[in-house]
């Protein structure tokens, strides 16, 4: 079988588990299979919330054990690699010199025993203090991952995206089969379901909104479209491909543009083994909407669990992502000018950054509006 075969056979498999976890075992083999290694898992962890879930090949139960009852929360690769952008790839080197994580606990009580010496990483979701990591490992007795196989990590790394979107988009118990139109209903964002040729199924409450306003437009049973042409037909090239799945890049992500404000963005997945009506070879799309999003304030106590900030330091870092300058900050936070600027040494060594727009770039990042 050849490897554009192999791809494709694997997104396949990946974007059906989205919607069905009794599918993430096959995808996760195939997926190990391909990328040649024995030991592959794509996790979550929430800091604020102390919440883990793995989705993993097997491993020894006594190890799964003791990393949710215990490593998960001691584990310092999440929080070097959380402030990664979504799809940069990290190494165990991500939290220092690879030495010296040799010599750490965590690598001689948890990794090391398993053989996992050797990682290779990626940020596939951000959200807040919330992330989803795909991670494949190997033992010392293999070399560094080459080209070739970074390569073949990097190809597959926006259906696994887009999978892990699609499957945290779906309310728990929705597993197998489901109520398309009930889902799509309780969603906090514009959904719109579609056929292979962008016919409209369905769309949420939300997404009527933006037909009312002319932001998309759709005509009565008929193909969901943008503004401008030159984008109505990129979308409908994805929604075809996301549908029939017979490509490697299936769906994908498109700006719409608008007159006088920020564009839509719209994320096409397949809908693997769902029927709406009688109609199969469906599309979803999620649209976001920066215009009508609304900003709140960070939660202190998210942010100050996130990079271990006290109360006041994470009240001054909200402060300045607001886009005030520090005296102003300071004052909003109830601190002195002296104090605000010990309060930001101290958060620039907890955060890692150096400069105020590092910080602030850092915090958006991680999810928190200004």
Do not use: C
């Not at 919440?51 to 215990?70: A, C, G, W």
């Amino acid at each position: 079988m050849s490897e554009m075969s192999d791809i494709s056979n694997i997104i396949t498999l990946i974007y059906d588990s989205a919607i069905d976890d009794e599918v993430w075992p096959d995808a996760l083999k195939a997926l190990a299979n391909f990328l040649q290694v024995k030991d592959l898992a794509v996790g979550t962890f929430d800091a604020a919330k102390n919440f883990h879930e793995t989705l993993n090949l097997p491993i020894d139960p006594v190890f799964t054990r003791s990393y949710f009852e215990y490593w998960a929360a001691r584990n310092f690769l999440w929080r070097a690699s959380a402030s990664l952008p979504v799809g940069q790839l990290f190494s165990f080197d991500v939290a220092g010199p690879r030495d010296k994580f040799y010599r750490s606990a965590l690598y001689n009580e948890w990794f090391g025993p398993q053989g996992m010496d050797i990682a290779l990483g990626a940020n596939l979701i951000m959200d807040g203090t919330r992330s989803t990591v795909l991670t494949i490992y190997r033992p010392a007795s293999r070399p560094e991952f080459d080209g070739h196989e970074i390569a073949r990590f990097r190809a597959l790394l926006p259906h696994l995206q887009r999978a892990v979107q699609l499957r945290d988009q779906m309310p728990r118990g929705t597993r197998g089969p489901f109520d398309i139109q009930a889902l799509m209903d309780v969603l906090d964002k514009p959904t719109i379901l579609v056929d292979r040729s962008a016919n409209i199924l369905y769309a949420n409450s939300l997404a009527d909104t933006l037909f009312r306003d002319g932001e998309l437009i759709a005509s009565p049973n008929g193909p969901l479209a943008i503004r401008r042409p030159e984008q109505t037909a990129a979308l409908r090239v994805l929604v075809h491909s996301a549908a029939l799945r017979e490509t490697v890049d299936a769906g994908g992500m498109l700006i719409a543009s608008r007159d006088g404000k920020a564009p839509l963005t719209l994320l096409v997945a397949p809908l693997a083994g769902a029927r709406f009506k009688g109609k199969d070879q469906l599309a979803v799309i999620f649209v976001n909407d920066p215009v009508r999003r609304t900003i709140r304030p960070p939660d202190l106590s998210l942010l100050g669990a996130q990079f271990e900030l006290t109360r006041a330091e994470a009240g001054l870092a909200a402060a300045l992502l607001s886009g005030l300058p520090l005296k102003s900050a300071a004052a909003r936070s109830g601190a002195s000018f002296a104090t605000a600027r010990t309060h930001l040494v101290h958060i620039f060594q907890k955060t890692g950054v150096h400069s105020q727009p590092a910080l602030i770039n850092l915090l958006r990042k991680a999810g928190y509006d200004g």
